[in-house]
């Protein structure tokens, strides 16, 4: 019997999920006579490349259980794009782990480190809403902000940091990032780096993975740090990531996910590998989303708008100095749907995300209703 404290859709345990908010606004906005603009969600809609395609279709006879650590060449794949990419040494087959999507392991990540009640996790004031939920997953206390100061006497267990940011497109300089590094290092606590948007890069300084030797000084003591290939790649129905950094830390995931069966498929493996090993599908894909947020911003821009950050990720961090559901319900009618900044945390309560992974078409109709 499930105890009364246990019972309920998400048990009392977790925020609520945020995009169901968004309903309402979403009938609107598809109740226009030309068709719903959907900028809200940042999902894929060009085709996944070729060469991907072509190695899951040669990798279709997977009898076997996949292994938990991974196939070595898909490591591998991975070890030699951080280098060629990212500028990352001394990394190791041992320091690499495949995942069945990041969302996943960001949410788990916590779980599976140990962390529970009485420990506390750490992650940025605007935020993708997976690292508040990761920490009551485990039943452990949170904090969200941009200060380590606001710590205080208590010490994170987990510091999650996020750059190129989810939603406001930031990028933390190299003296920022280093500086993190080091107060971690100097407590004990385990820092997590999200970097799904390290390659969507527009405007300013290239982002930098904390793997960077210029970041963490040579060593990947206490580190780690998450990929994606749904953005970079269009791969978000293949559900291909991998966690990256400090092997022991690394080892300690492996461990528990070994015990809870959490494989990614050989397939995808496969696909994965061959994404991580061609840049030609990486560069046109960028060029695509650079003309669409373009034809945005410049919209955005002549609607009244300010773009505030936005030097990176997919979206457009955008105001105008109101209410963000006022902002949503307005474009709403006028058949653009955007996500209130409100789901990141209260300090996105003015601004909205505007995602230019919508097809040309819908980009170009989304801005000329913007600007009418």
């Known amino acids: 019997m499930i105890p009364s404290q246990a019972r309920g859709p998400v048990s009392g345990r977790l925020p609520d999920f945020p995009w169901d908010k968004l309903t309402a606004h979403a009938t609107t906005a598809r109740a226009h006579p030309d068709g719903v603009c959907d900028l809200s969600v940042g999902t894929p809609v060009d085709p996944t490349p070729e060469v991907v395609q072509a190695a899951l279709r040669a990798a279709a006879d997977s009898p076997g259980y996949p292994t938990t650590i991974g196939l070595e060449a898909t490591r591998r794949a991975a070890v030699d794009w951080l280098s060629r990419r990212h500028g990352v040494t001394g990394l190791g087959l041992d320091g690499v782990l495949p995942v069945t999507g990041s969302k996943e392991l960001i949410a788990s990540m916590a779980l599976q480190l140990g962390i529970g009640a009485g420990d506390l996790v750490g992650y940025p004031a605007l935020a993708y809403p997976t690292y508040e939920v990761g920490a ?16 205080g006497p208590r010490t994170p267990r987990l ?13 933390l300089p190299l003296e920022h990032l280093r500086k993190v ?5 100097e407590r004990g606590t385990v820092l997590v780096s999200d970097e799904c948007y390290i390659e969507c890069a527009w405007e300013g300084d290239q982002p930098l993975s904390v793997l960077d030797p210029q970041v963490n000084g040579g060593s990947l003591d206490g580190i780690l740090a998450v990929h994606s290939l749904s953005k970079r790649s269009n791969l978000a129905g293949y559900r291909c ?32 590998a061959a994404a991580l090993d061609d840049d030609e599908h990486v560069t046109e894909q960028h060029a695509r989303y650079a003309a669409r947020r373009l034809v945005l911003k410049d919209a955005l821009r002549s609607a009244g708008f ?18 963000c559901w006022s902002t949503v319900a307005d474009l709403a009618g006028k ?21 230019f992974t919508a097809t040309d078409e819908r980009v170009a109709a989304a801005a000329a209703r913007l600007t009418a």
């Open 136 to 151: 009551a997953l485990a039943g452990a206390d949170s904090l969200a902000t941009d200060s380590l100061t606001a710590f």
């Open 159 to 171: 510091l999650w940091i996020n750059s190129p940011a989810n939603p406001s497109g930031r990028v």
């Open 181 to 185: 590094v080091e107060w971690c290092r």
């Open 241 to 272: 990531a991998f966690v990256a950094g400090d092997p022991a830390l690394v080892g300690e995931l492996l461990a528990v996910r070994k015990n809870l069966g959490l494989q990614m498929p050989g397939p995808q493996q496969r696909a994965m």
């Open 306 to 323: 300010r773009i505030d950050h936005s030097e990176a990720s997919l979206y457009l961090w955008a105001t105008r100095d109101e209410d």
């Open 335 to 355: 058949g653009v749907l955007v996500a209130p900044g409100e789901f990141y945390g209260a300090a996105g309560r003015r601004h909205v995300r505007v995602a």
